[in-house]
């Protein structure tokens, strides 16, 4: 009988490109016997509801020359689901044009305090009434320098003074030359509209469009993106520390063979996506996969399991909760071959010896932070059948309070899933659905856990 796919350990050669990537050359393994393995390649985590879904954000240009990025945040955050007014400045609108704007937010744009379509000419309190947020990207130096004296001698200051502070926040993307950046003004105006409750996100540093090398390019429009998701998550992780680790392990057999399983990392990056939006410090430990960072998590590469268990061991210190998604290799071989082991003529097959690596979830368990209650463990089982029972009996002999259950065939390399949560008391299934989306019931279940 075939042992099932997921159940063995998969030999197969790979090229590891140093960092993140790899790219499998040769399964040892019939190819039919790996469902998806397509998904193998796939760079992005699946996308679910996002939780811009329904928003309505007034979307401010300043003038700057990234006003090019809001026209495809624009497009962006139409796609999210949001509804978008755009409210340009006058020297806004020198560097893309409000039909652009128009064309991709669907909506007439405003640039005007004088624009008579309102019935009671005041588009500054009809617009800003109506809003979740008013996001200024790009925000200028001038225009960060006129907000913070509360200036509003034109349509989008006007608006950001005139929106109900309790209700309305307000998000800038600062955008500008590296000096401009740097300047002690600017950087004194955005300290200060920091202080008066303005959210003033980051820059990227590179080369800018004026020639120069350094910080105050506005963030890429799906980074803005990912910022205002996060700003929509309820922080429900406040303050905690989560650790995750995340995709399979590859243990070498001799310089171009391995032994690894199909794990994508998309559960386990998904988590760490979400426990970021929650508001939490997030840690990253990674095997080889081709999955992109989420924003905001700081990510550790390894490659086998006993990398991975170096990695985590001082994060483990210093994190309050602990998720390990990893699909970690129960065995490395004893000795991995210093050169290709060559295949000769007489059909002899290689004899591999194989000792047990670390149990990073049970060990960790046993430690002092979890048995105190300073580090929350929550495990991952990957089954073929009666989750219920095999999730329980690895709970208990893990020593964790929480174990996600899932079926290994239905979820290795997939966008979607389907989990089930068993504690000491209760067994809970989260439905089929995208796997952001079942990070974040996960996330909720685990909040909820730390403050009872
Ligand atoms: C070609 C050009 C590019 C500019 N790029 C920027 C920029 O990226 N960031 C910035 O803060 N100001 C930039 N400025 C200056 C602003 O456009 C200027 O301060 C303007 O008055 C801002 O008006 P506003 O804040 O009302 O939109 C640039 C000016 C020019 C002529």
Redesign the pocket.
């Known amino acids: 009988m075939a042992v099932p796919w997921w159940e063995i350990q998969i030999i197969r050669a790979a090229i590891c490109a140093p960092g993140r990537s790899w790219r499998p050359i040769l399964y040892i393994a019939r190819m039919s016997s790996i469902p998806n393995a397509d998904a193998l390649a796939g760079t992005s985590l699946p996308q679910g509801p996002s939780p811009l879904a329904g928003k309505h954000l007034v979307l401010g240009l300043?003038?700057?020359?990234?006003s090019y990025k809001a026209a495809e945040l624009c497009r962006a955050l139409v796609k999210a689901g949001a509804s978008v007014q755009v409210v340009m400045?006058?020297?806004?609108a020198h560097f893309i044009t409000p039909v652009t704007m128009q064309a991709l937010s669907g909506r007439p744009v405003y640039t005007s305090q004088w624009d008579a379509r309102e019935g009671n000419n005041m588009a500054h309190i009809n617009l800003s009434r109506e809003a979740d947020a008013i996001v200024v990207a790009?925000a200028?130096?001038?225009?960060m320098a006129k907000l913070l004296h509360g200036g509003a001698d034109?349509l989008l200051s006007l608006m950001c003074l005139a929106r109900p502070l309790a209700q309305v926040p307000l998000i800038l993307a600062p955008?500008?030359?590296r000096e401009?950046f740097a300047h002690p003004a600017t950087q004194r105006n955005m300290a200060q509209l920091s202080a008066d409750g303005a959210t003033v996100l980051g820059v990227g540093t590179g080369e800018q469009a004026c020639g120069e090398t350094g910080d105050g390019r506005m963030l890429e429009a799906d980074e803005l993106l990912e910022e205002l998701e996060a700003f929509f998550t309820p922080k429900l992780l406040a303050g905690q520390h989560v650790l995750v680790t995340a995709g399979p392990t590859y243990e070498a057999l001799d310089p171009v063979r391995g032994i690894t399983n199909l794990s994508s990392g998309k559960m386990g990056f998904a988590i760490a996506q979400a426990a970021w939006r929650a508001g939490a410090q997030v840690s990253l430990v990674a095997g080889p996969v081709g999955l992109a960072t989420p924003r905001g998590v700081q990510r550790v590469n390894v490659q086998s399991a006993e990398h991975m268990w170096q990695a985590v061991q001082p994060l483990a210190q210093v994190a309050s909760v602990f998720i390990a998604a990893a699909a970690v290799a129960d065995w490395r071989p004893a000795q991995a071959a210093t050169q290709k082991i060559k295949k000769d003529a007489s059909g002899a097959t290689p004899d591999f010896h194989f000792v047990e690596n670390t149990d990073i979830l049970a060990s960790l368990a046993r430690s002092g932070r979890a048995q105190s209650g300073a580090l929350f463990c929550v495990g991952f089982a990957a089954e073929s059948h009666d989750l219920q029972a095999h999730a329980q009996a690895k709970r208990l002999r893990k020593g964790v309070p929480l174990l996600v259950g899932n079926i290994g065939p239905a979820t290795f390399g997939r966008d979607d899933n389907a989990l089930l949560l068993v504690d000491e008391h209760s067994c809970e299934a989260l439905p089929q659905a995208p796997k952001t989306v079942l990070a974040a019931q996960l996330i909720e279940r685990i909040a909820q856990r730390l403050n009872s």
């Open positions: 300043s003038g700057g020359i990234a400045t006058e020297a806004a790009p200028s130096a001038d225009f034109e955008a500008m030359n401009m």
